[in-house]
């Protein structure tokens, strides 16, 4: 089985942080506070599916693109 | 002792609350917004610190920057901050620093912290957003915190107030420290750095161990460093193999290994921690994929409705009473040229604009109200699909929101768009947007021809109709974005990774201010403009090459010796204006401007409304009252009425207001936004294809229209 991103969360769904794939997006995700360890959770899905809602640690919303949430590989 | 004047500059993340803490500190009233990304620029204002015991007072200068998550800038207006930040020579370049942050989301606040920290800038940790941590059951150890940062920490509410004299005595009594600390770095760097940055801090005589990474990893940013002083610095990344994206990455992962016990230490939690309830609440339906668009399209439909409903009461009063006033003075003072500059020219023309003012104030407030509550964000996520269709990002839907107001802010607030093509199409098409400017032309021609009758028992037929000038503007953004993006090629990958901030409830006081701005500069800057195209006008309407108009007068007179005074009259006013400077320049363009049912006089209006829209229903109202009998004295709206073609049939068909209408939905004229979008991208070349490609699009579809319909 091919590794699990958040944009394969279902809605209400945690995971926790594993790694990321792409280097560039990376840096931005992890200034955003998406930092290996650190638990999400799906929270909401636009209306037209994309982008999404996540819950970073508790602490905050953070919405982004499917393409971006593929780039975070989950536990 | 420090010099005599100290300069504070405030840095944190986006929506941490710094203009807010800039407003409570200077008394002044920047723009502020409960999305991320509101401030594009640098911003100064001051205040004054009142010395005790023998000291005298001092003025401080408050630098209000743009947010940013880091350090390192992912888009225009981020760079703003290292630029000031990174280079002591800066005028701008602070004493100390007051970082502000968002107390209910400390870890990835004190991320920046950190940094700001460690490039030995004198820092003070201002702790905001106290009562979202609280409505979040989390409690901020202040003194904990400072202990374990080794700065000063001051809890503050930058909406309140509270707190805000304790930070100014901080300040003070940071920068009259007599030794500078020696920094304290939160990171230190392993493997090759170390002797890489030791090379460059010899080379750039630097004291500071970051500042010389800063220059390694963000040279090509830096409008301070020259041409070859980036090459050398290209040349050492080379030498020592400094591969970037690895170390930032391998950077930030260490500050937040830093960061967390020092938060776990100073952040007590009731429970598990969640987003308050009321926005969890909210974000249910809003960004329901259902009742998301329908709430979407309600809440715009009620804006279309204030503006159009709601407005046109006090609109009419002030219509009565400026044509009113106009007759008084027109009897009260002597006859003569004065008199009818004053009345036919100023009064006409102010006139013309006043009446605006009600439109304007509802629509600045609603928008505001749109940015304070939080809502602006939500738009961006429901619309970032739509948005990508065109190339456009959800981003995009702040400028095109805000261009409804003006677009000259509307533009600059593109600089938070991260990807370079995103935000040039967002600029390109942002002037579509039907901004206030074009509101009284819309409202004078939709008057004139849509009866005021309800549909389905509560929309408004005029609201409806404007509401699909606005939709028209919005579609013809759209469309034409995606038909440029084939154009302009994408160079990199757009992001959109976005907060979501809490609701907030907005301020009252301070939507009010908006309003009161708006309506403030747009009478005063759109006033001036109007009062100077007036007074010309009014020349040289008033005034004709040689005797051109004596001729034409006494022709008039002779030819129709049998006709009552009054027509006779209205006929050598027209005679008159036709033969003068204005009425030369009209009958020179009518040629081009007649295929779209225009004719000279309309014409007149259109040359004159070329640098700022806003003049045209002013210079209508002059041209009108001028050619117009002068005994009696009639609103804008009447006047259109009553005007006649060549043919002796009203001059106002639904054909040429359609047609006006829609020229002036895409036609570019406004020298600001021209103006601004030069600046936004450094060169004339865009603001003259963008000139150049709706003047096109103006013209055809106006002709389209006209002809179409008559
Ligand atoms: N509840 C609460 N709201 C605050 C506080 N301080 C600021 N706000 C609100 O937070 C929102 C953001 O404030 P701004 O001052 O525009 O934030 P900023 O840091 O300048 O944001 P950018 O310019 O986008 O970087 C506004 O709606 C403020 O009214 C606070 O202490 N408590
Ligand atoms: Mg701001």
């Known amino acids: 089985m091919s590794v699990r991103t958040v944009s394969q969360l279902q809605k209400g769904e945690k995971a926790v942080i594993r790694s990321f794939s792409d280097r560039l997006m990376s840096l931005k995700l992890l200034e955003m506070g998406c930092v290996p360890g650190c638990e999400v959770r799906l929270d909401a899905v636009a209306p037209l599916g994309d982008p999404i809602c996540i819950n970073v640690g508790g602490c905050y919303s953070l919405s982004l693109r499917l393409n971006e949430a593929s780039t975070i590989e989950i536990e | ?710």
């Open chain 2, 1 to 710: 002792m420090k010099q005599e004047n100290i300069k504070i500059a405030l840095v944190g993340n986006p929506n941490a609350g710094k203009s807010t803490l800039f407003n409570a500190l200077t008394g002044l009233r920047q723009k502020t917004g409960n999305f991320p990304g509101v401030t594009v620029e640098k911003k100064s204002g001051t205040f004054r610190l009142v010395g005790g015991s023998g000291q005298p007072d001092r003025d401080v200068t408050v630098v209000d920057l743009p947010g940013t998550y880091s350090v390192y800038p992912k888009s225009a207006d981020e760079g703003v901050v290292m630029d000031i930040l990174a280079n002591p020579k800066h005028p701008d370049y602070p004493d100390a620093v007051i970082v502000v942050v968002d107390a209910s989301n400390l870890q990835r606040n004190l991320l920046l912290f950190t940094e700001i920290n460690d490039l030995g800038l004198p820092t003070i940790l201002a702790l905001n957003m106290l009562d979202v941590a609280a409505s979040m059951k989390l409690t901020v150890n202040a003194v904990q915190l400072a202990m374990q940062l080794n700065v000063p920490v001051v809890k503050i509410n930058a909406r309140t107030g509270e707190g805000v004299p304790i930070l100014q005595q901080a300040v003070s009594t940071l920068v009259d420290k007599k030794e500078k600390p020696s920094v304290k770095y939160f990171y230190v760097p392993k493997g090759n750095e170390p002797a890489l940055i030791e090379e460059v801090k010899s080379l750039h005589q630097l004291d500071n161990d970051y500042v010389a990474l800063q220059y390694v990893c963000q040279h090509d940013n830096f409008s301070f460093l020259a041409q070859p002083v980036r090459a050398k610095l290209d040349g050492l990344i080379e030498k020592y193999e400094f591969d970037e994206t690895g170390f930032l990455a391998e950077e930030t992962i260490a500050r937040y290994k830093t960061i967390k016990p020092i938060v776990d230490k100073a952040v007590k939690s009731e429970g598990i921690s969640e987003q308050p309830l009321w926005t969890r609440k909210l974000d249910k339906i809003l960004l329901h994929p259902f009742w998301g668009y329908v709430t979407f399209a309600i809440i715009l439909m009620v804006i279309f409705q204030a503006i159009f409903a709601w407005a046109s009461y006090p609109m009419d009063w002030i219509d009565e009473n400026t044509a009113a006033l106009i007759g008084w003075t027109k009897e009260v003072l002597p006859a003569g040229v004065l008199n009818d500059l004053l009345t036919d020219g100023i009064m006409a023309g102010i006139g013309g604009v006043i009446i605006f003012i009600p439109q304007i104030a509802i629509l600045f407030g609603l928008v505001s109200l749109l940015e304070e509550s939080g809502y602006m964000a939500r738009v961006m996520v429901i619309m970032d699909k739509v948005m990508r269709k065109f190339g456009l990002n959800g981003r995009s839907v702040v400028p095109l929101i805000s261009g409804v107001a003006c677009a000259v802010p509307a533009i600059m607030t593109t600089r938070s768009i991260s990807s370079r093509h995103e935000r040039l199409l967002t600029i390109l098409v942002t002037p579509i947007m039907s901004c206030s400017a074009r509101l009284p032309i819309y409202s004078i021609l939709i008057a004139l021809i849509i009866p005021s009758t309800k549909v389905l028992g509560i929309f408004n037929m005029q609201g409806l109709v404007l509401f699909g000038l606005y939709f028209l503007g919005l579609a013809g953004a759209l469309v034409s974005a995606w038909i440029l993006s084939l154009f302009i090629k994408r160079t990199e990958p757009g992001y959109f990774m976005l907060e979501m901030p809490t609701y907030k409830l907005p301020r009252w006081g301070h939507v009010g201010f908006m309003m009161y701005d708006s309506v403030k500069s747009f009478v005063l800057e759109a006033g001036k403009i109007i009062l100077a195209i007036s007074i010309i006008l009014w020349v040289l309407s008033s005034y004709g090459p040689s005797d051109h108009m004596e001729v034409a007068e006494k022709k008039v007179v002779m030819s129709m010796s049998s006709a009552s005074a009054e027509e006779r009259g209205a006929a050598v006013a027209s005679a008159r204006l036709e033969n003068s400077y204005a009425g030369n320049f009209g009958r020179f363009i009518e040629p081009a401007i007649r295929p779209l049912g225009y004719d000279w006089k309309i014409g007149i209006a259109l040359l004159a409304s070329f640098a700022a829209r806003e003049v045209f229903v002013g210079t209508m109202a002059t041209i009108y009252s001028i050619s117009g009998d002068s005994e009696d004295v009639l609103t804008v709206k009447q006047r259109l009425v009553q005007e006649k073609n060549d043919q002796g049939g009203p001059m106002y068909t639904p054909a040429v207001c359609y047609s006006l209408l829609i020229f002036y939905v895409f036609a570019m004229m406004c020298m600001s936004t021209i103006a601004v979008v030069y600046r936004e991208t450094h060169g004339w070349k865009w603001p003259l294809i963008q000139l150049g490609y709706l003047m096109v699009l103006a013209y055809v579809s106006a002709f389209a229209v006209y002809q179409l319909m008559s």
